[in-house]
């Protein structure tokens, strides 16, 4: 894993913004260390979290105008297993690249940091993560294809080599590259509405990992913004879990040991400290940081130190921003500007 800055701040991934440029220049001014590149939700569907990541996967069809994303009827499944597993094998990673009408915010973060001499150490992207992508994807019958095995192994795949070329695209910046697979799907797991086991939930992330490292050095992260088995995801092969610290650390306090036994082998945890639903009109700058103090005093009462902790500390929203206005979202950026100066300050005094 990289050698990250200890309390950077970062986004998650939607803003509500429309503005490519705008938005890049906001992020740069208030997490200057660790710029995401922003999800523009607000300019069609084709930025929304499924749909930005489906373009290459085979035999999936994404309708604009329907807002969905489906296998396509009209393209034979052998063909295009096929055809995609021919790409997967060549080894090159352009086949799934990201294109400019449906990720924006990436293309405008990246031509940015390319004109200036100095900038950000690092950049974080992120995509759908596998879980997620299969569980929302239909088949022809209306069942998630993340219930055909062949079909899921393709996902897993895809979606690790549109991750590779993320970080490939930053690190010929000269920057270390952060990619968070986004789970929120994994919040239903245990329930009705994700009816899987967890060894096959594992072995799901674990082949997705391990794939979007073999093409070059990355930096990976799960994000999920729900309550969820938090041990599942700290026993993957992941660098960075990114949690909604707000709404969920007393659930993750009830797996002691694998978070405890995470931090131990160097990974790190990405607090998502500022709300991103109605509970944010209700907190101010000082009553997050409160929260978050006495978090990780919790967190250090379980045999951990406090240096320990906020040196494997990120800041994050709680979630992406995209149904937040434009004046709440830039709050946000504004209050995690602040909580980052804030630790290094606390971090250092300790």
Not at 6 to 31: C, K, Q, R, W, Y
Request: proline fraction near 7%; aromatic fraction near 10%.
């Amino acid at each position: 894993m990289a050698s990250w800055q200890p309390l950077a701040a970062t986004g998650i991934g939607s803003v509500p913004f429309t503005a490519p440029d705008l938005t890049v220049a906001l992020i740069l001014e208030n997490l200057p260390e660790l710029p995401f590149w922003p999800q523009m939700v607000r300019r069609g569907f084709r930025e929304e979290m499924v749909a930005q990541a489906a373009r290459g996967l085979p035999g999936l069809k994404v309708d604009a105008d329907a807002h969905a994303v489906a296998m396509d009827p009209d393209i034979p499944r052998d063909q295009a297993l096929a055809e995609f597993y021919e790409l997967v094998l060549g080894g090159e990673l352009e086949p799934f690249a990201l294109e400019p009408d449906e990720a924006q915010g990436f293309f405008s973060l990246t031509h940015t940091v390319a004109s200036r001499p100095d900038g950000p150490w690092g950049l974080k992207g992120q995509l759908s993560g596998p879980v997620t992508l299969a569980g929302m994807v239909k088949d022809e019958t209306g069942k998630p294809i993340l219930y055909d095995r062949e079909l899921t192994q393709a996902v897993i795949q895809g979606l690790a080599k549109k991750a590779a070329w993320q970080a490939a695209k930053f690190r010929e910046l000269g920057k270390e590259p952060l990619i968070f697979f986004d789970e929120p799907y994994l919040s239903g797991f245990g329930s009705a509405f994700l009816p899987i086991s967890r060894e096959v939930v594992a072995e799901i992330l674990n082949e997705t990992l391990q794939a979007a490292r073999e093409p070059g050095p990355i930096t990976l992260g799960i994000h999920c913004c729900g309550n969820t088995d938090w041990s599942l995801l700290v026993e993957a092969p992941i660098d960075v879990l990114s949690f909604d610290s707000y709404g969920y650390f007393d659930s993750l306090l009830l797996y002691e040991k694998p978070v405890k036994a995470f931090l131990g082998r160097g990974g790190w945890l990405a607090w998502g400290l500022v709300p991103t639903n109605e509970d944010l009109h209700r907190e101010t700058g000082d009553s997050l940081w409160e929260r978050f103090q006495g978090q990780v005093g919790r967190l250090a009462g379980l045999g951990l130190e406090v240096p320990q902790i906020l040196s494997r500390a990120l800041l994050t929203p709680a979630c992406g921003l995209g149904y937040l206005t434009p004046e709440a979202a830039t709050r946000v950026l504004t209050l995690l500007k602040d909580f980052s100066t804030r630790g290094r300050e606390w971090l250092v005094e300790s």
